[in-house]
C-alpha cells in the first residue's frame, strides 16, 4: 500500500532557528502534497498545497515566507519553519495524494511535533 | 461551499457497545466521503471511502459507513467496540481541485 515518511517525528530548537521537516512518498509518485498544522484537539488546517515543480499555493493567513515549502521531486516535499518562535510549535502534518476511483486519496505521514523554545 | 460537520466532540461507548459517529456534508456536487483515524501523535490513516456505487462501505478493523444522498450524512458505525478503537475519527469530503475538507473531528472513548 501506499506509504508516506515524515521526518523528523518530534523535534525541539531555539527560537529564531530554522527547522526543516521531510515529507516523502516511498512507493507511489505524488505530483501534489498537502501540509497542514494540528493544534490539541482540534482537526487539520491546511497551511498549503505542494506541486512538484512549481511553488506552492499557500491558504489565507499562512505566512509563506516563514513556512517555506519545496517540491523539487515528485517523492519528496519539504517544509521549512523558518525563524521558529515558541507559537510556531504545533503538530505538522503532510500527506500526498493520489488517484483512486476518481477520488483523491490522501495518504498521511506520522506527524512532526514542533517544539520552540 | 463544501462543509463537514461531525455531531458530537467527544463519544464514549462501553467495550462490545456499538459504536456510531455521525457525520454531514454539504457540496454542491456528488462528493467523495472518507472517514480517517488518528491515534495519538500519529498521521491519519483512513478507515474507509465513498466514491460510487454501493452506499454501503466496509472498511478496516470492522468499520462501515452508509451514504445517504437524502440524508447527506456518512455516519461511521461498528458493531462492537474495542479498546483498541479509543482515537480522534475525522470526517472529510472531497468535491475536486485536490481540496479535502475535514471535520472537526470525534473522539472516541471506549470504556471497560
Known amino acids: 500500500g501506499a506509504v508516506v515518511s515524515q521526518h523528523p517525528s518530534w523535534v525541539i530548537c531555539k527560537s529564531g532557528t530554522s527547522v526543516k521537516i521531510e515529507c516523502r512518498s516511498l512507493d507511489f509518485q505524488a505530483t501534489t502534497m498537502f501540509w497542514y498544522r494540528q493544534f490539541p484537539k482540534q482537526s487539520l488546517m491546511l497551511m498549503a498545497t505542494?506541486?512538484?515543480?512549481?511553488?506552492?499555493?499557500?491558504e489565507q493567513g499562512v505566512e509563506k515566507d516563514k513556512f517555506l515549502i519545496n517540491h523539487a521531486s515528485l517523492t519528496l516535499s519539504t517544509l521549512t519553519v523558518t525563524s521558529a518562535h515558541p507559537e510556531d510549535s504545533s503538530f505538522y502534518i503532510c500527506?500526498?495524494?493520489?488517484?483512486?476511483?476518481?477520488?483523491?486519496?490522501?495518504?498521511f505521514g506520522a506527524g512532526s511535533r514542533l517544539t520552540v523554545l | 461551499a463544501q462543509s463537514v460537520t461531525q455531531l458530537g466532540s467527544h463519544v464514549s461507548v462501553s467495550e462490545g457497545a456499538l459504536v456510531l459517529l455521525r457525520c454531514n456534508y454539504s457540496s454542491s456536487v456528488p462528493p467523495y466521503l472518507f472517514w480517517y483515524v488518528q491515534y495519538p501523535n500519529q498521521g491519519l490513516q483512513l478507515l474507509l471511502k465513498y466514491t460510487t456505487g454501493a452506499t454501503l462501505v466496509k472498511g478496516i478493523n470492522g468499520f462501515e459507513a452508509e451514504f445517504k444522498k437524502s440524508e447527506t450524512s456518512f455516519h461511521l458505525t461498528k458493531p462492537s467496540a474495542h479498546m483498541s478503537d479509543a482515537a480522534e475519527y475525522f470526517c472529510?469530503?472531497?468535491?475536486?481541485?485536490?481540496?479535502?475538507?475535514f471535520g472537526a473531528g470525534t473522539r472516541l472513548f471506549v470504556k471497560a
Open positions: 505542494s506541486n512538484e515543480g512549481s511553488k506552492a499555493t499557500y
Open positions: 472529510a469530503v472531497y468535491t475536486g481541485g485536490f481540496k479535502t475538507i
Open positions: 500527506s500526498a495524494s493520489r488517484e483512486s476511483g476518481g477520488a483523491n486519496v490522501l495518504t
